[in-house]
């Protein structure tokens, strides 16, 4: 059906960057948001970024001008580009997404998440 992988996630020094990528694949009919969370243990899972289809983007208030989303949507992509990172970001970080897929005569929709990538924000 249609999976989400995301990739990128590692150790990096406060300050320093990382970028996210989250490739989504399968019978895929169309994308609207796609969506950014983060989870660190004990906590809830928090909304970082989310970009639609037409290039809108909103940011949790912790990471704006730090962090920015974009997608490419013929390639059903999204990156999470962090910058000027802090220990607090520290955190498993998701990409979800609401998918229309399609399969044989029929379209549905479902949301769909990724296993995850660590990032791990230390000195």
């Known amino acids: 059906q249609v999976q989400l992988v995301e990739s990128g996630g590692g150790l990096v020094q406060p300050g320093g960057s990382l970028r996210l990528s989250c490739a989504a694949s399968?019978?895929?009919?169309?994308?609207?948001?796609m969506n950014w969370y983060r989870q660190v243990p004990g906590r809830a899972r928090e909304l970082v970024a989310h970009?639609?289809?037409?290039?809108?983007?909103n940011y949790a208030d912790s990471v704006k001008g730090r962090f920015t989303v974009s997608r490419d949507n013929a390639k059903n992509m999204v990156y999470l580009q962090m910058n000027s990172l802090k220990r607090e970001d520290t955190a498993v970080y998701y990409c979800?997404?609401?998918?229309?897929?399609?399969?044989?005569?029929?379209?549905?929709?479902?949301?769909?998440w990724g296993q995850g990538t660590q990032v791990t924000v230390s000195s």
């Open positions: 979800k997404a609401p998918v229309q897929y399609y399969s044989g005569s029929s379209y549905y929709t479902s949301d769909f």
């Open positions: 399968g019978s895929i009919f169309n994308i609207n948001v």
């Open positions: 970009i639609t289809s037409g290039g809108y983007t």
